[in-house]
């Protein structure tokens, strides 16, 4: 599949998700396992019910095969995701502090381990929630960019991606009409000088 031209410099939705699957989450194993040498790091021996630390993508292997239950992060609780939300409403020019991948990590886990969750349905609809408000501040803060910088800060990847090309195209237009602007002053300074 060709990619448009803006979209050359920015990763695909299935990429980010991807890269978020090397993200360590915990679980709890149903069986015991030994340790597992891998490229990325040893896996720990399972001893059920202990809890152990794994790569998302081991997770979710091990969840679809019923070898383990998915103990989702305290940021996806029903009460963090709360907290979240009204910092978005209270603080007008920043976002709250979400992991890096909470997009991907928290849409592969309702899709994944909605069972190990407390009030699935709940927690989506938080998420949902907190995506579009994050989104509105995006757009919102797109409109104070100027020719050196934007500051968004705790932006996640994939938002970060939505608005990659964008604000790259944004930046060189801008820079561009700074330019001229520069260009037009320094050419209205010579005519004043030498009239």
Sequence with gaps: MALRPCQTFAFTPSEISFIAEFSPIEIIPRQTMDALPLIGGIIPQFKPPSRVTVPLWMAIFLKRQKRANILPPSWLSQEALEGFLETEHKVENGFS???????????????????????????????????????????????????????????????INEIRSFFAKSMDQIRRLSTLNADNEDMNEMEDQSE
């Design 97 to 159: 502090a979400l992991p890096l991948r909470w997009f991907e990590i928290s849409s592969i886990l309702l899709e994944v381990a909605s069972d190990d969750m407390d009030q699935p349905e709940l927690i989506r609809r938080l998420l949902r929630d907190l995506r579009e408000t994050r989104q509105g501040k995006i757009r919102d803060g797109l409109g104070s960019l100027n020719e050196t910088h934007l500051q968004m800060d705790n932006l996640g990847s994939m938002e």
